[in-house]
């Protein structure tokens, strides 16, 4: 029985540690891209001008 509490709880830490991580990074990649939006077409013929 102590085998299976513990691999419960190690897959419950695995999936919670996943969906925590998934949350934070996806926020993070929203705040970079509105501070340093892709180049687009009209930013390259900026450049090149």
Known sequence: MEFWSSLGFFIAGGLIGAIVT????????EKQLKENPPINEKMVRAMFM
């Open 22 to 29: 998934f949350f934070l990074t996806r926020k993070y990649f």
